[in-house]
């Protein structure tokens, strides 16, 4: 952790004098490593999000709580979630589909796979946009397929709150701005909205910054799950 903060330390300085744009980078960085080792800070977090997706998020998302009195800044201890990461267990539904041999049924199975991943990222995308847009608790800024489980009984489990982001009222008002001027296609409320939110180009291009954000925040991926 320490040789992290140093290598940032010592980027930043090289960056103060040659590029002083990309110091919010590095500060931005910097802070979030910090806050991945530490796991009572993390505990902390993940039992705020537990809690709000308890009484907010849909019935089918749970998050683990942490074990306090068995956790400290180096340990993080939390309930035992049985079953496997979405990702893994996709993967292995896809590879099962692949080796069948009839076709009707391969099809079949196909289209099961397509129906429970779209399900899956339905309820995620659910869960993680209520903790984004609530001024109760933070969320996963890191919320990758390694870091969603399918369990045993069919739930499914968010974890890793070490990358953890709360953002505030301004914040989400602009978030939401965004969100309704992509569903308009407005595009001059887009650009902006953008603007506001710190988007930074050399030459401000606005067909790339509209390709920018319908990149990042409009694109269908639970539709176009596999």
């Known amino acids: 952790m320490r040789d992290l903060e140093r290598a940032a330390d010592d980027v930043r300085r090289v960056l103060r004098v040659v590029k002083p744009a990309l110091l919010p980078a590095v500060d931005e960085f910097r802070e979030r490593v910090s806050g991945e080792f530490d796991y009572a800070e993390e505990a902390r977090r993940m039992d705020a999000c537990a809690a709000f997706v308890e009484r907010n998020g849909p019935k089918r998302v749970t998050i683990p709580r942490s074990k306090r009195s068995l956790t400290t800044e180096k340990v993080l201890t939390m309930d035992w979630l049985a079953g496997r990461s979405l990702r893994d267990e996709l993967e292995r539904r896809a590879a099962a ?18 129906n429970a991943a779209s399900s899956a ?17 933070g969320f996963s800024a890191d919320p990758h397929p390694g870091n969603v489980m399918l369990l045993e009984d069919g739930r499914i489990a968010l974890i890793d709150y070490g990358c953890y982001l709360r953002f505030s009222a301004d914040e989400r008002r ?34 790339l910054m509209l390709a920018f954000a319908t990149q990042c925040f409009d694109v269908d991926v639970v539709d176009a799950s596999p």
């Open 174 to 207: 602009t978030l939401a701005d965004l969100y309704v001027a992509l569903e308009r296609r407005d595009e001059p409320e887009i650009v902006a909205t953008l603007t506001d939110m710190g988007f930074v180009s050399r030459h401000m291009n606005e067909t």
């Open 97 to 114: 589909a692949e080796r069948t041999r009839f076709a009707p049924l391969r099809l079949w199975r196909y289209l099961a796979l397509r």
């Open 121 to 137: 990222l339905r309820d995620v995308a659910a869960a993680q946009g209520a903790m984004i847009f609530s001024p109760d608790c």
